[in-house]
């Protein structure tokens, strides 16, 4: 019986982030996308486009830098994707910014203070100050 819960774009997505991921650690020579982690692929249902989200140390000019660099570097990668994957359709591969940690850790924040206010202590803004 076959997972209902495990559609073959998240099997795909799945193998085309490590293959990038590999991609960009081994075989990219920029500098510019050196410190670069691959977080997560989303891949359309059709398979065409693969939306690769990345993290990248550094300040927001580095981080521009980063993203530039990797624009340039999609159609080498996309390459490297074909000689890797057997696939009828190659997606098209762009590349976006990963926000979820640092939303993950406003969140954190948040439910801290919540639970400070429930013990009564200070929250992180008033001990602060």
């Not at 050196?34 to 140390?57: C, E, G």
């Amino acid at each position: 019986m076959a997972k209902t819960g495990y559609h073959r774009a998240d099997r795909v997505a799945d193998q085309i982030r490590m293959e990038v991921a590999d991609i960009l650690m081994r075989r990219i020579k920029d500098p510019r996308v050196q410190s670069v982690t691959v977080t997560d692929v989303k891949l359309t249902s059709d398979l065409r486009i693969a939306r690769v989200f990345v993290t990248a140390m550094g300040t927001e000019e580095e981080e521009r830098k980063v993203f530039v660099g990797l624009a340039q570097a999609s159609g080498f990668v996309r390459g490297e994707l074909g000689r890797r994957l057997s696939l009828r359709y190659l997606p098209e591969i762009v590349f976006a910014k990963d926000i979820s940690g640092p939303r993950g850790d406003h969140v954190l924040k948040l439910l801290d203070d919540l639970h400070a206010k429930a013990n009564g202590e200070p929250s992180e803004e008033n001990r602060n100050s």
